[in-house]
């Protein structure tokens, strides 16, 4: 969708009281998407991340739409990634409004450092065992740890879980839990409207990663088939459950609207197929380290985004394992895959 395209969507949205306000961010990923509802409380979906400029620009937008940030009643968190909730902490304190995420993001929240030093742990035993060098795994991990400021902690006084209905004055929005991009990812669908508001579940120009992540809950995973989180299966299975919505307009946390979103969705998954059959192709003959692939199929980028990269290739070999067209070997110190009737 171009940005002449986009504003259709939008003006619809504002019509409805919901305003988007892109704030930027230090990350790659370019500006994340805030949304102001104007409905009683005043609510404030994802703050943006904790920098002086994110602020200076989140006030601006508001101030736009006649509003300051002392005057918000509710602040809606999508999901645990830093660039959507960095200003939690400042924006609450300042509004004294109820804060409303994932019932497990509450303790998450309350030390983010902490949870976010855990993260990083989990990071490094999925790469380590995944064949990342040390060196390297090592070094991304202290880039990370540089970011980690960005982020916030904060006090989630309205814990949402699946079928949750949020009552606004002039709406209600029903809480979905769809994992997968991250473990909390968490959508609010306006029945009436049909409006979704997505997060980083669905995004109109890029595709979600599907990143591995510590569980927020349960038993401590591994990086290895028995306990490693499947986190494209499960995020296929999400994406699923949203094709079935009768969704008109969704807003994600990056980009501009999605106007069709079961075309949208359908176009991930050839792609994820697409992926899969290129790692199906690139095991072919020899066993290789997730790693391996990695760097294969994307070079360098292999090496400043490791994780990510890791995630991919582990996401859609855990969809070939599932269909029977690869095997993991977990015995030695790195997993080594291999394809079936290459
Ligand atoms: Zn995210």
């Known amino acids: ?7 259709e969507p939008l003006a619809e949205a504002r019509a409805a009281g919901i305003h988007l306000m892109a704030v930027p961010t230090p990350f790659l ?22 920098s002086g400029k994110s602020l200076d620009e989140l006030e601006r937008a508001l101030a736009e739409l006649g509003h300051r940030i002392e005057d918000l009643g509710l602040i809606v968190i999508t999901h645990q990634h830093m660039d959507h909730l960095g200003l939690l902490e400042i924006i609450a304190r300042r509004s ?31 790469m ?34 699946q079928g949750t209905e949020i009552t606004l004055r002039d709406r209600t929005l029903t809480v979905l839990h769809r994992p997968g991009h991250s ?18 579940h669905l995004l109109s120009r890029i595709s979600s990663n599907p990143l591995i992540s510590r569980p927020l809950a349960g038993p401590p995973a591994g990086a290895t088939a028995a306990d490693r989180p499947h986190a494209l299966v499960q995020y296929m299975a999400s994406l699923r459950q949203t ?42 003959g020899e066993p290789k380290t997730a790693y391996d692939i990695a760097s294969q199929m994307w070079g360098n980028v292999a090496v400043t985004q490791a994780f990510l990269t890791i995630s991919e290739v582990l996401g859609h070999l855990d969809l070939l394992i ?10 030695g110190p790195v997993t080594i895959f291999q394809a079936v009737d290459a």
Request: hydrophobic share 40%; aromatic share 6%; with cysteine.
């Open 1 to 7: 969708m171009t940005g002449a395209e986009a504003e």
């Open 29 to 50: 990923v370019g500006r994340v998407n805030c949304y102001l509802i104007e409905d009683d409380p005043l609510t404030l979906i994802d703050t943006g991340p904790n």
């Open 96 to 126: 004294g409004a109820e804060v409303a995420a994932l019932d497990v993001l509450g303790p998450y929240l309350q030390d983010f450092s902490a949870s976010a030093t855990a993260d990083d742990e989990f990071s490094m035993t999925v």
């Open 128 to 161: 380590r065992r995944h064949g990342v060098p040390g060196e390297l795994a090592s070094a991304l991990q202290m880039v990370g740890g540089a970011f980690r400021a960005f982020g916030s902690s904060g006090r989630v006084t309205m814990p949402l879980s």
């Open 183 to 200: 473990p909390s990812d968490t959508v609010f669908w306006d029945e009436r409207r049909r409006i979704l508001i997505a997060g980083d």
């Open 243 to 284: 094709r079935e919505l009768p969704a008109h307009l969704v807003f994600g946390g990056h980009g501009p609207p999605v106007t069709d979103h079961a075309a949208l969705i359908d176009e991930r998954f050839r792609m994820s197929a697409r992926r899969a059959g290129k790692i199906h192709r690139l095991l072919a």
């Open 322 to 331: 599932a269909d029977g067209r690869a095997t993991e070997d977990d015995s």
